[in-house]
């Protein structure tokens, strides 16, 4: 790794782990979706690379203060950093993780995985009669592939459902040859018999039409068929055929699930940007083949005013242009650059052959840009709720406010509705680690005028505040308000009439020109308004602790509204009325397993547009 690449997941020194990997810290930061692990000794070699469905519980795990093996023991007192890549399934995350072993080889999976290459579905071509089969191994001969899968069972259990649904043969040729009577797989209903001519060429050809657009995603009208059968079933009091039928269209999906990391071709860098005030992170992902090899992070010094694009273009230039890197055929940015065809010009010449810069990408590669995208927002999380961030953050905001001592405890509110509809209020805690969010609370806001917000944050720290001054819980150091001289007045009001004196009360409210770094600072005992720095250090934590307050409301707000009309999640999203409901229901079987799709899997469902598909991921997600 050089010097200047760095990942934002890595955790800081700590005297109780042989490693000086401080596994609280990092795990308190760790995102709790699908992902690869990737752990580093203090020489930065490689230790493991690991797959999860969650990360967080996957990684905690290893730090468990018993039950641990030996070897996983031996592992962990050598681990100096670990280092994230979020993917948007667990599918994903396997072959990700394969890739990554393959390539690097550590010491401490070697032992427990095998080498040996994915495997894939073939129909061959050349016969009058083609058979499907499971393969592995070197791509040969006349026939088509699909794939690849992450496990040769998941490809067997396809093979076995294929073989009821369109009875196509997978025996070998040399026993298809010499039949002179069907087998046994006709007699179940498994195949069609083709070796004793039971059907003819023409229609054996449909039925293989058939399979081979069911494996390339066009599998709409044998979904519903089986939907139909579903409910003619559920119709006769027929629940355990019903139930095998939705199996059957869970394994269905399963096969056509869409594997963005490991892909047919194709050769691209894929980039993703995020900013916030205090960091910035470009995320590369790096396709070869088709497949996602690796991915790195990187933290450019830029500074608030620019934006993404610009980031991008001058980190493009500084990392390509005679440095002597590799340069795909592609570059997919997430993006659309000022200078684009500058860069493309320069990029091709020093490669000596066309290199395209895109940011409209569909399909496959689209799913690369999301995750890149992804990828870079959930770093730059991490990164900015770091250790040393936040202790300097402190630090500052107590030079900014003329504290004596460093704040231990910082408190934020903020309000959010629908028009005045299920108004609720957030109450978000930082500590000297950042988030604590085991102390969040939200508040339900009864009995006011709907809208208004001044009477909102009055019940809300009324009623925060009465608690706190009954001795059941702390009192702050600071209490942040979202919001301008009228939601502090409240706040100092609440306060008075409570007699909580030593709470410091500071408002953050947007400027004029309502972007982030020119808030304007208003102070709760002169009503003064101060604008910082956009670089400043004091100015980023107070961000960091009003726009999580506002995401906590916001989903607290969404929970409520949602009870209140007595919905499930499916009816609280707009644009899914009954039909779409219930095609989704048939599809995947339960509101569970939509929670767990991802989008590319909810639009395959044939009422299901893209963007309908991104407001239903976006909608079952609020939180990420």
Known sequence: MSNNQEHSNQGQASPEQPGGFDSKAFLSRLTTRPGVYQMYAADDSILYVGKARNLKNRVSS?????GLTTKTIALVNRIARIEVTITNSETE???????????????????????????????????TYPAVRFHRGAKKGKARYFGPFPSGAAVRESLNLMQKVFLIRQCDDSFFRNRSRPCLQYQIKRCSGPCVDMISPEDYQRDVRHATMFLEGRNQAVMDELAKQMDDAAMNLEFEKAAEIR?????????????????????????????????????????????????????????????????????????YLGAG??????????????????????????RGRAVNITHKVRGERAGWQRLAQTNAEQQLASHLASK?????????????????????????????????????????????????KSDYRTFNIEGITGGDDYAAMHQALTRRYTRLKKGEGKLPDLLVIDGGKGQVAQAMDVLASLQVTEVLVIGIAKGPTRKAGFEVLVSGETGEEQVLESDSP?????????DEAHRFAITGHRARRGKARKQSKLEGIPGIGPKRRRELLRHFGS????????????????????????EIYAALHPDR
């Open 538 to 546: 004091a100015l980023h934590l107070l961000q960091h602790i009003r």
């Open 388 to 436: 040393q961030s936040i202790h300097a953050r402190y630090l500052a905001l107590q030079d900014l406010l003329g504290l004596d001592h460093l704040p231990e405890r910082l408190e934020c509110f903020d309000i959010s509705h629908s028009s005045g509809e299920a108004t609720v209020a957030s109450c978000v805690v930082f500590d000297r680690n950042g988030p604590l």
């Open 591 to 614: 509101v569970r397993d939509i929670e767990g799709a991802s989008i590319e899997e909810i639009a395959k469902v044939s009422t299901i547009s893209r963007a309908l598909a991104e």
């Open 62 to 66: 290893y730090f468990r203060a018993s």
């Open 247 to 319: 199996d059957q269209i869970g394994r269905l999906r399963q096969v056509q699930e869409q594997q963005y990391i490991s892909g047919m071709s194709g050769d691209a860098d894929v980039l993703g940007c995020a900013i916030q005030a205090g960091g910035t992170v470009v995320h590369g992902l790096f396709v070869r083949q088709g497949r996602v090899i690796g991915s790195k992070v990187y933290h450019p010094r830029v500074s608030v005013e620019e934006g993404p694009a610009d980031v991008l273009s001058a980190f493009i230039a500084q990392f």
């Open 325 to 350: 890197r590799e340069i795909p055929d592609s570059l997919i940015l997430s993006f659309e650059l000022e200078d684009h065809d500058a860069l493309e010009a320069a990029l091709s010449a020093q």
């Open 93 to 127: 995350a396997l072959l990700l993780e394969q890739n990554l072993i393959k390539e690097q080889r550590p010491p401490y999976n070697i032992l427990l995985r095998d080498d040996k290459s994915y495997p894939y579905i073939l129909i061959t071509d050349k016969e």
